[in-house]
């Protein structure tokens, strides 16, 4: 069967309709689902076509109407294991670099130091805290801009050490009785190593954006 370019929207719109909303997820589905329908021999009329596909991928009719509900958890833990073994490649290539990794060292070290005066160390929380904020703005921005589940993955793994950051305050707080900032050591440790993997999250974040952005400005340009 051939298939026109009008043909190819008709699909794209009708995954969207369907629950796809995420546009990287909706070019792999795209890209299947035409090249099954260019290789049926089946006397069918296209749009019977399309949906035997949709059906063969996983397409239900439920109380919401229709979703790709399996296929989407699917490509959703896909796309979180990429984007978390990914990560992780880069946090390792980041400490592998006798620069960043010495740099830490003295960081750590230099937020020892601050630690001893109460009043600097919440000047430096607060201006991290600012920081943070304006960072998790930005990020809010381009999902609502790009709906890319590859991102929606990156951002997750970008803030993850503000998430454990704020959940061992709690615990230590909660089970015993320990205020973390009281501790020159353990400020220095867990809120050191806290902003040098937010700060590399960020910059993953940056880099993984930019090849998204290029990506998504090619595809509306065909």
Known sequence: MEITNEQVIYIDNLL?????KYWDV???LLDHVVSELENTTNNVSFKTAVWDVFKKLGWKENFNGSSFEKLLKQH????AKKVSLKFKKYIKNSFSKSSISLGSIFFIYSIYYVAQYKELLKY???TFLGITLVFIGYII???ATYKSLHLNHVSNVSLFAISLFGFIISIADGLFDVNIFKQPILV?????LTI???TLGFIFYLKEYQKTELIYKK???L
């Open 16 to 20: 969207e309709e369907n629950g796809i």
């Open 26 to 28: 909706r070019i792999e």
């Open 141 to 143: 921005s381009r999902k």
């Open 76 to 79: 959703n833990d896909n796309y």
């Open 196 to 198: 040098i993997y937010t």
């Open 124 to 126: 430096l929380a607060f």
């Open 188 to 192: 220095s440790l867990i809120f050191g």
């Open 219 to 221: 595809l509306k340009t």
